[in-house]
């Protein structure tokens, strides 16, 4: 997780289309406009407004169908340029969007990660994961990265 960004990957056996509307449905129930959107190319953009506690956000989601699955990769960033830290509201924002989008469907994915894999790079399927906010984390964390609870060391 970066400063002021967070992400999601995401793998469903599920429908691109279907996996899309949902996408449109959960921007709708966050409060969130739709401000981009290529159904055929399975790219969608949503942004949040400026209040007086939030810089506003915006989450981009990339959708790609491939032998029957379906993987989502979503990121989301602050709407504020200059907003240097976002004290991980952009992770949290991310990680309530895909889970909705779980909720609306009723499905759950095949996998998931909160780190967008890179080509050639392969995925970690048994990784430790905070109590808290399943968050992936090391073994020598004592807090976590992304919510900042106090992890409880395991005695061998």
Not at 21 to 43: P, Q, R, T
Not at 49 to 67: H, K, P, R, T
Request: aromatic share 6%; with cysteine; charged share 25%.
């Amino acid at each position: 997780m970066g400063l002021r960004s967070g992400e999601q990957f995401r793998v469903y056996d599920a429908n691109m289309e279907d996996l899309f509307e949902a996408a449109i449905k959960v921007a709708g129930m966050m409060g969130m406009n739709v401000v981009s959107m290529d159904k055929a190319n399975g790219f969608l953009k949503a942004t949040s407004g400026l209040s007086f506690l939030s810089a506003g956000s915006e989450i981009s989601v990339q959708m790609n169908q491939q032998n029957g699955e379906t993987s989502v990769m979503a990121k989301g960033r602050p709407k504020v340029k200059i907003t240097l830290i976002d004290y991980g509201r952009s992770a949290r924002e991310v990680k309530r969007f895909m889970d909705l989008m779980e909720q609306v469907l009723q499905i759950q994915p095949k996998h998931h990660s909160d780190k967008i894999p890179v080509e050639g790079e392969e995925v970690e399927e048994n990784v430790s994961k905070c109590p808290s906010c399943e968050a992936p984390i090391s073994a020598t964390d004592k807090f976590c990265t992304n919510c900042g609870e106090k992890l409880s060391v395991e005695s061998e």
